[in-house]
Structure formats: C-alpha cells, structure tokens
C-alpha cells in the first residue's frame, strides 16, 4: 500500500541545507495500522508531508495507494489526496461552519449531491458517535469531540490511508484513549490503513502494528510493536520504552536497594501468565523482593516487566538466573553486589 524508496528530503543549500529525511526505506501493508514516532525536528512531520504530497522528495520514490507522489502531476495529485486523507493535532476545523458543514465540506468539493452528501454525512456522524451533536459550532465542542469531527470529515470520500499527525497529542489521556479506540475500530470496520506520527510510545504501545523509530532524519529501527517492546536495539528506541514500561522515578527507586543481585525480566504473551515467581522461591535457596512491576498491553498480546532483587549465596543466585532463561524468561542483570 505504500512503498518508500532511498527517500531523501533537503530544505536548503551548501552550508544552511538541513536533511529533514534521510534515505528513508518504508514498507506499509494495507490495512495496517503502522507508528512513526520520533522527537522533535526527527523528520516526522516532514515524512508525513510526502506520503501527503504536501512535499516532493529530493530524491527517491514515494508510491502509496496506486500512485507515484514524486512525480504526480496536479490532476492526479487531486485524485491521490482523495484516496488519502489526514486528521491534525490542531483538528483545522472551519469554525463558522457547524459540525454537518464541516463534515460535508469535503462531499461540497467532490460535487456530490445533496442528497447522497446528507445521507453520507449522517452515516459519519453515527460511525464516529456524534449523534446529537450535529448543529453544534467547534467552538462548543471538547477537544475529543473536535478530533472526531476531523475524523469523520477525513473519512467522508472513503479514503485508503488515514494520515494521522500527532492527532492526539493536545488532548488528555482519557480523551486520548477513546480517540485511539475509535481509530482501531476505524481500521478493523473499513480496513482503512492508518499512518500515525507521534512522540508518544504510549499512542504506538496502544493501536500500532508496527512502528519505524526516526532520529536525526533517518529510520533506524522498525519492527513490530512487541518485538520492539521485547528486544529495542537503539538507544533511543530503549528511551521510548521505558516510556510506557518503568514508571516514573525506576532509576531513583533502583539506587536505593541496597545489597542483592537486581534483576529485570521480560515476560511477552502468555509467559505474562505463569507463575514464575513462585516456582523460583520453591526451587531455590534464595530471597525474593518483589522491586517493580509492570504489564502494557499491545496489539500483538502482553508485554511485562518485573525488577526482582535476589538474596542468597552467589551459587543459588546464578541457578535461579540460568532457570529463568530456561524458562525463556528474557532475564538481564541490572546489578550484582
Ligand atoms: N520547510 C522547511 N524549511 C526548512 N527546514 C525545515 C522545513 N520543514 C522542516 N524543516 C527542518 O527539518 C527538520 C525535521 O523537521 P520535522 O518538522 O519534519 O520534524 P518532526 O519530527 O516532525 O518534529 P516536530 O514534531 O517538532 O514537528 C528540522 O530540523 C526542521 O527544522
């Protein structure tokens, strides 16, 4: 559904050229709900920008839904960006128009009748849970409630790829979370492809598929979501996990124990459901405590983390350790005093 190719995107020249995209290769297959999530100036929106259009590449290809967006021509850009639509953290919402009329304006632009445009409309505003609601101004509305206005009018030409920038991200995390609910069942119902950029691991961890992690211009891990919550390789990526998988103030939490071997385990799937625990305590001569823990759930199935310090003679304590990796329990030694 969309296939990026060598892409490199250049603001600028000779000493103020910045590379906002740098030889980017992406994969998206339809129908999947797919992350890109990066810090500020990493080159997201930038990348989003050509999946749209709104940019050219400076070189390489950018092919998404049927067509060719660095080299379409004006008509078929029109016809392109009707098969691709978008949805803006800031909703862009027409603010003297009510919530049919913004839905609508879309159809307006399309020239489709009256008729069929009330009967479209209606449809929306049913499918995103607007009902009642239809006369209001966007000013009258909560935030939540705007974004799905913006959903339903990004949805009125029955695009193939929803492009999603930070479309959360100024709202609170109750609104975000029906915002995301809602965009899964988008996705599952249609079978609408769905682009996301974010800066938030926990918008990735919640809906995503898969996520391509970007820094300083460049794609430098994708994978799918839990093996990436399994088994992050760059640095940053390891950053965006602990996002979501140690609470606030582990680090401080982890210089206050003293003595022990700490350790961290990683549970995925249903290793998230057996009773490792006990069987340690049982098999071996050692003290457990209990330091932190912690389960997120993906699309792919559960994702748990336990920091454990172990108590006993050197000889139990390594028993234990080589147990749990008998068990397939990914296990890493955090400190050994
Ligand atoms: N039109 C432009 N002209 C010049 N430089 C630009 C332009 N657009 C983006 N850049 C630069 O490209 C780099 C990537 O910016 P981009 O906005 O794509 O990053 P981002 O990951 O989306 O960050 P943010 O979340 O802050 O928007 C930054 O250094 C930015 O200053």
């Known amino acids: 559904m969309i296939h990026l190719q060598g892409v490199n995107k250049q603001f600028g020249n000779g000493s103020n050229a910045i590379i906002a995209v740098d030889k980017v290769n992406l994969d998206i297959a339809e129908g999947e709900i797919f992350g890109i999530i990066g810090y500020s100036g990493a080159g997201k929106s930038t990348l989003i920008r050509l999946l749209n259009g709104l940019e050219k590449p400076s070189s390489g290809t950018v092919k998404i839904a049927g067509y060719e967006m660095s080299s379409v021509n004006a008509r078929e850009l029109r016809n392109a960006r009707k098969k691709i639509s978008m949805i803006f953290q800031h909703f862009n919402l027409l603010w003297s128009r009510t919530v049919k009329q913004n839905i609508s304006f879309p159809l307006e632009i399309a020239g489709i009748k009256k008729a069929e445009r009330e009967r479209r409309v209606n449809e929306l505003i049913d499918l995103v849970g607007l009902k009642g609601r239809e006369n209001a101004y966007p000013s009258e509305l909560s935030g939540g ?3 799905r206005v913006g959903i339903a009018r990004a949805l009125a030409n029955d695009p193939e790829v929803l492009l999603c920038d930070e479309a959360t991200s100024a709202l609170d995390p109750e609104t975000t979370d029906s915002i995301l609910d809602l965009l899964t069942s988008i996705n599952e119902r249609l079978g609408l492809t769905i682009v996301l950029i974010t800066h938030e691991m926990h918008v990735i961890r919640k809906i995503c598929h898969r996520v391509a992690v970007m820094e300083a211009g460049n794609v430098v891990e ?4 839990l093996e990436v919550f399994q088994s992050p390789k760059e640095p940053i990526t390891k950053r965006f996990v602990s996002q979501v ?17 700490l350790i961290k385990l990683a549970f995925v799937g249903e290793k998230t459901e057996h009773p490792v625990l006990a069987s340690l305590i049982r098999k071996f001569d050692i003290d457990v ?15 748990g983390t336990l920091i454990l310090q172990l108590l006993g003679n050197e000889k139990d304590v390594d028993m234990a350790i080589a147990y749990l990796h008998e068990l397939g329990v990914q296990t890493e030694v955090i400190t050994n005093e």
């Open 145 to 147: 409630q705007k974004q």
């Open 245 to 261: 998988t140690e609470p606030v103030g582990t680090e401080q939490v982890l210089a206050h124990i003293p003595g022990g071997t």
């Open 222 to 225: 994708t994978g799918s979501v």
């Open 289 to 303: 405590n209990i330091v932190q823990g912690n389960i997120s759930q993906t699309k792919g199935g559960a994702y």
